[in-house]
């Protein structure tokens, strides 16, 4: 008697494949939408082959010479993100070689923090005509806040009474941001441009969306903005300042100003001091007014 021979299993195209990956209940809500916006140019390359032909050592390696030209820290990002999939693939059995082998992360040093000068970030805010950009932006600064997390903002996020915006961090961490009256003439300029929305996304796109099945949709049916076209208008209002220059400056302007350590914590969102040392260590307003503020003490007391 014949033996019939186990059925082989069918491994899904990439598309399918990332599709499931990003499913998985234990991403925080920020890290799926990072690891799609990261794998979207590997899928426009290879997402209609099965898994296994698409994550091949050749493909792999033409795919991030591709991504070259990039910085080193979105270069390293987009490697991540690709990693973190491939190591998925293998426990689903789609991949057996680990296709990144020999191929390695780009060196990114780590510097001082790039921030800006305040008044020539504020200029360049004062002359934003569009409504929502210009709530947008000034919202960012006001808050020092990460793209993604202004982005991630619903209308009923906001305390228009305590001025106050509910903000769901990195790692879905919670935490609150009060903005100031300048920011909130702007934001509510913007919603009654809308038709004052009471539920929904904060920002949206200026045109409906085409794709609703896939979109986070208002009641019209706009979408959200994406952190790709919010980059896109950034440096179309500056001289090439990349978005997260916006967060360094606020956060640096506040520590020159005086914010204690625990007081840029709660600002900034970062969960540790060590986190904050880029601000705090470089700045050289806020080291030269301790040590002004030191030596009047000192003076006060005596020489001892």
């Not at 949709?217 to 440096?235: F, M, N």
């Not at 705090?280 to 003076?299: F, L, P, Q, S, Y």
């Amino acid at each position: 008697m014949s033996r019939v021979a186990e059925p082989v299993p069918l491994i899904p195209p990439l598309r399918a494949t990332v599709e499931h990956f990003l499913r998985r209940s234990r991403f925080a809500a920020r890290t799926r939408e990072s690891y799609a916006q990261d794998l979207a140019p590997l899928l426009a390359r290879v997402g209609d082959r099965p898994a296994s032909a698409a994550l091949t050592h050749t493909v792999a390696a033409a795919y991030l010479a591709t991504q070259d030209h990039l910085s080193a820290g979105t270069y390293n990002r987009r490697y991540a993100a690709l990693r973190s999939l491939v190591r998925w693939c293998r426990t689903q059995g789609y991949v057996e070689d680990d296709p990144l082998c020999g191929l390695e992360r780009r060196p990114q040093v780590r510097g001082t923090p790039r921030a800006l000068d305040p008044e020539q970030v504020e200029a360049v805010l004062r002359g934003i005509r569009d409504a929502r950009d210009r709530a947008l932006f000034w919202l960012m600064y006001d808050g020092g806040l990460r793209c993604r997390e202004a982005l991630a903002i619903d209308v009923d996020d906001i305390d228009w009474t305590e001025r106050c915006i509910r903000i769901r961090g990195k790692g879905d961490r919670p935490r609150e941001m009060f903005f100031s009256r300048r920011v909130a003439g702007y934001l509510d300029t913007y919603l009654k441009g809308r038709g004052e929305p009471a539920h929904g996304p904060l920002f949206v796109t200026a045109r409906k969306a085409r794709n609703p099945r896939r979109a986070d949709l208002t009641a019209e049916g706009y979408a959200r903005l994406s952190y790709r076209q919010v980059d896109t208008l950034w440096k179309g209002y500056t001289p090439g300042w990349d978005l997260h220059q916006l967060r360094h400056t606020a956060i640096s302007n506040r520590a020159a100003k005086g914010y204690t350590e625990v007081e840029l914590k709660r600002f900034s969102g970062h969960t540790s001091l060590r986190g904050l040392e880029v601000y705090i260590a470089h700045n050289r307003e806020a080291a030269k007014r301790k040590a002004r503020a030191w030596d009047r003490h000192d003076g006060a007391n005596g020489d001892g």
